[in-house]
């Protein structure tokens, strides 16, 4: 009988010829070895069927596709341009109001790039800066004001919000037909169904970012590293609908290499430097990378060991110059899509 590393089935198979040899053979210690992977085989020590430090090996050996997110940007951001001249020649310039409270530097970075992609590409934008003490209750009021503001036509509060604002209450305060981040519990509910009104822009620019390379993710396993309700839980769902068959994947799960070698399709959004390195890559497999964090010389990069996970992967986003500019344009493709249904 062959036995599989990972198939309880057969190793429960071994436990039972091993009770057999216990009564007939007295060969107590290996039988007592056995025992411990036929009980418990997901309980024992990880033992990885492949090198530790990743050797690619013949016929492994190849260098992926990078999936180049500010060239793909480029090319939507076009059209972006185009359907808000257009909105605008009939003076229904599109317009995006985005909100920032308090002082957290990254979040001060990403909403002056989303007001100036909107500059850029010919949509009104205002952007709205609170001290970190503004309080639940006057964000609230903003947020009414901007609901019935008729320039505007996506709302966007920054996350995350200072912690004595409950998030939730203030996402629930958008009118989801402004709802651009697509955060609203009305908007999940829709996706969730399959009749998405906006889908979230960082899940969105990954499916563009799949249509790009013609990509067959019907059919597909799509894995899904992280879980947050800003990108893992909607992207699993867009991948659902596409016809993926879709792993998700959390900071609790074990063994998340033994998972990560199963995806033709990998998105990794944790925010932790280095968690998928090139042995957790299925070889060929797509690997998007949605993590920005900085490495030890405070230079930006993603979750994924870039450098080694090209070498296995057939394609992969880099980080900086992947999933983010995406993220914006895919921002700024809601608000057009806000405004073509006013
Ligand atoms: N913080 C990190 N990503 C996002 C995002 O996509 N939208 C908002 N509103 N906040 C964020």
């Given at each position: 009988m062959t036995y599989g590393k990972n198939n309880p089935r057969i190793l429960s198979a071994k436990f039972k010829i091993s009770n057999y040899d216990i009564r007939f053979h007295n060969v107590e210690f290996s039988v007592q070895r056995n025992i411990g992977c036929a009980v418990f085989p997901e309980r024992q020590a990880p033992k990885p069927p492949y090198n530790p430090v990743f050797q690619p090996q013949p016929p492994f050996i190849m260098s992926a596709q990078i999936i180049n997110g500010t060239l793909l940007s480029q090319q939507l951001r076009t059209d972006v341009a185009r359907r808000a001249a257009a909105l605008s020649?009939?003076?229904?310039?599109?317009?995006?109001?985005?909100?920032?409270?308090?002082?957290?530097?990254?979040?001060?970075?990403?909403?002056?790039?989303?007001?100036?992609?909107?500059?850029d590409n010919g949509l009104h934008s205002v952007l709205e800066k609170y001290d970190a003490t503004l309080s639940e209750a006057q964000l609230l009021e903003r947020i009414a004001a901007l609901n019935a503001d008729p320039k505007i036509n996506g709302i966007l509060v920054q996350l995350p919000l200072p912690a004595h604002i409950d998030s939730h209450k203030v996402l629930e305060a958008i009118a989801p037909e402004k709802d651009v981040d697509g955060f609203h519990i009305s908007n999940a509910g829709l996706l969730m169904?399959?009749?998405?009104?906006?889908?979230?822009?960082?899940?969105?620019?990954?499916?563009?970012?799949?249509?790009?390379?013609?990509?067959?993710?019907r059919g597909a396993h799509a894995v899904v590293v992280g879980a947050s309700n800003i990108v893992g839980k909607p992207q699993a769902m867009l991948l659902l609908q596409a016809g993926a068959t879709v792993t998700i994947c959390n900071s609790k799960t074990r063994d998340l290499g033994h998972h990560t070698r199963?995806?033709?399709?990998?998105?990794?959004?944790?925010?932790?430097?280095?968690?998928?390195?090139?042995?957790?890559?299925?070889?060929?497999?797509?690997?998007?990378?949605?993590?920005?964090?900085?490495?030890?010389?405070?230079?930006?990069?993603?979750?994924?060991?870039?450098?080694?996970?090209?070498?296995?992967?057939?394609?992969?986003?880099?980080?900086?110059?992947?999933?983010?500019?995406?993220?914006?344009?895919?921002?700024?493709?809601?608000?057009?899509?806000?405004?073509?249904?006013?």
């Open positions: 020649a009939q003076g229904r310039q599109p317009g995006l109001a985005v909100v920032l409270v308090g002082d957290n530097p990254a979040s001060q970075v990403y909403v002056r790039n989303k007001v100036k992609a909107c500059e169904t399959g009749q998405p009104l906006f889908r979230p822009c960082t899940p969105y620019g990954v499916m563009k970012m799949l249509e790009s390379i013609e990509y067959p993710v199963q995806a033709d399709i990998l998105v990794v959004a944790t925010g932790k430097r280095n968690i998928v390195t090139a042995d957790m890559i299925k070889p060929g497999a797509v690997v998007i990378d949605v993590g920005m964090n900085r490495d030890d010389n405070g230079k930006l990069c993603g979750d994924v060991d870039f450098e080694n996970a090209k070498e296995v992967a057939g394609w992969i986003t880099p980080v900086p110059g992947g999933v983010g500019p995406m993220t914006i344009t895919m921002l700024l493709v809601n608000t057009i899509e806000a405004a073509e249904r006013t």
